[in-house]
């Protein structure tokens, strides 16, 4: 497996060192710049994926289509919450379809998408008191704004992590079998 780091990647540090959004509050911008990673690191790790690939399970993981469905449906439905609403029949719709197949740009564009929409979304909560009482699911669950917002920025990464350690699987058993075996 290659783990070697490109030029690119040492030249350009993740977005919350880079100095962007001065001017936005400190957990809005930690929340925007987590999404930002994960829209970087989906497009960095999953660019050269084949549509076998994308769609594998090696081990029984989700494959890396549902994972990147599922960060941004869950991003989706938790910024719901944040804004005080409840689900919609889309909304649970969607997450039904996360395991579904997809080819890699197809998936991809959806992911920069959905990246690019929460960022805006959460950004409307600037000025917001992030201690307002939210609640979570069918049950209402009681949480803050902030806590929302907090765990839309950590379970996006969370996500991402696995879907990174689930890519380097599949480049690897790629690897073994296009190399020439010994005879």
């Given at each position: 497996?290659?783990?070697?780091v ?43 994926l ?17 994972q ?116």
């Open positions: 497996m290659n783990n070697t490109t030029k690119a990647q040492v030249q350009a540090p993740e977005p919350w060192l880079r100095g962007t959004l001065t001017d936005v509050p400190a957990v809005i911008r930690a929340v925007v710049h987590a999404l930002e990673l994960a829209h970087e690191d989906a497009d960095r790790w999953c660019g050269d084949t549509g076998v690939e994308v769609n594998a399970r090696p081990a029984g993981l989700p494959s890396i289509a549902s990147l469905r599922h960060i941004s449906g869950s991003a989706d439905r938790l910024l719901t919450y944040a804004e005080g609403r409840e689900l919609s029949q889309e909304q649970m719709a969607e997450l039904a379809r996360e395991e579904e197949g997809a080819m890699p740009h197809v998936l991809l564009r959806e992911f920069g998408k959905s990246m690019v929409g929460a960022s805006r979304r959460v950004r409307e909560f600037i000025g917001a008191d992030l201690e307002a009482e939210r609640f979570v699911g069918r049950r209402r669950l009681p949480t803050t704004l902030g806590g929302l917002l907090v765990h839309v920025a950590e379970h996006t990464q969370r996500h991402v992590g696995q879907m990174v350690t689930t890519v380097k699987i599949v480049k690897a058993l790629r690897a073994r079998t296009t190399s020439p075996q010994p005879q």
